[in-house]
């Protein structure tokens, strides 16, 4: 149980191209998503929470119109990357809060490397 | 401020041997506290948490992680060491329930020697 799936896993694309990354809760609803980004040997940076059905929200010096989080049921969240630059190129990993029973813990997803060029 | 300390960026052990990851946070109420483990380009994996009663937590793969309130510490143990364990390891924690947002530590990187 709970596993989260990310698509795609990999994505090259162009300079001033969007990019749309996909994160679904498969076998429970998560009203809240997370989504990270991580550099390469580093920890991971908390770029904004989604809840089901309201604005997503951001962490400090996190462009939202840049990185257009949309939570549109209980089992999507999806991030756009918008006009992406060479520096965009990251590691992007989104999680889901599963909280049941007393326990609150995120589920994450296998991440999507993703290249600008 | 919130904030959760690796104070190991690089640890080596030899296989078989123990194993022990620090981790450290800073804050006064009992949070609700993680290990995860991630392989080279893949997602994270919950090893184990901590949220209340007994204070030594098992978890999978034969680790165990204890919670000590005295020294705001939650180190991550295994009593001996494969190969397979070389990976990245995050301490994460929830401070604030309302939220749910982890805190991550900095990370150990992992090596085990044949």
């Known amino acids: ?49 989604s809840n ?22 209980l089992t999507l969240s999806t991030l756009t990357v918008t006009s992406a630059h060479p520096e965009d190129s990251s590691f992007y990993i989104c999680s889901a809060r599963g909280v049941a029973g007393g326990s609150d813990t995120q589920y994450f997803g296998p991440g999507t490397r993703l290249t600008v060029l | 401020a919130q904030s959760v300390t690796q104070p190991d960026i690089h640890i080596t052990v030899s296989e078989g041997a123990s194993l022990e990851l620090r981790c450290n946070y800073s804050y006064g109420a009992t949070p609700y506290l993680f290990w995860y483990v991630q392989s080279p380009g893949q997602g994270l994996q919950l090893l184990l948490k901590y949220f209340s009663g007994d204070t030594l937590v098992q978890g999978i ?17 295994k009593p001996s060491v494969h190969w397979s364990d070389a990976a990245e390891y995050f301490c994460a924690v929830v401070f604030s329930s309302n939220t749910g947002k982890l805190i991550f530590g900095q990370g150990t990187t992992l090596q085990v020697k044949p």
């Open chain 2, 61 to 77: 793969k034969g680790f165990e992680a204890e919670f000590k309130r005295s020294q705001s510490s939650f180190n991550l143990r």
């Open chain 1, 52 to 73: 089901e059905g309201s604005k997503a929200t951001y962490e400090q010096g996190v462009e939202k119109d840049k990185f257009l989080i949309n939570h549109a049921s």
């Open chain 1, 1 to 49: 149980g709970a596993v989260v799936s990310q698509h795609p896993s990999r994505v090259i694309c162009k300079s001033g191209t969007s990019v749309k990354i996909e994160c679904r809760s498969l076998d429970f609803q998560a009203t809240t998503m997370f989504w990270y980004r991580q550099f390469p040997k580093q920890s991971l940076m908390l770029m904004a929470t």
